[in-house]
C-alpha cells in the first residue's frame, strides 16, 4: 500500500504500479485493505502506466499517472 486517503470515517487504498503490465499478484494489498471491514473502504485506486485495466475486480478503479497528474 503506497497512499491511504481518508475522507471522514472511510479509507481509500492507493497502490502505484507504474508498469505496462500489471498482474493479479500485484493488487494484493490493495484487496486486502478494501476486504477488511475496519477500514471502511467502498473501493481502491491502482495508479498504471497506461490506461489498460489492471484488474477484473470491479472494486479496484485503475487509473493511469498521467489522469492523476490531471486531477486537482
Do not use: C, W
Amino acid at each position: 500500500m503506497d497512499f491511504v486517503l481518508t475522507i471522514g470515517e472511510q479509507r481509500i487504498p492507493l497502490e502505484v504500479k507504474y508498469r505496462r503490465q500489471v498482474s493479479h499478484n500485484d493488487t494484493l494489498a490493495l484487496r486486502a485493505m478494501i476486504e477488511r471491514s475496519v477500514y471502511r473502504a467502498p473501493f481502491g485506486i491502482l495508479v498504471t502506466q497506461q490506461e489498460e485495466p489492471g484488474t477484473d475486480d470491479p472494486r479496484i478503479v485503475s487509473l493511469p499517472l498521467s489522469t492523476l497528474l490531471l486531477l486537482r
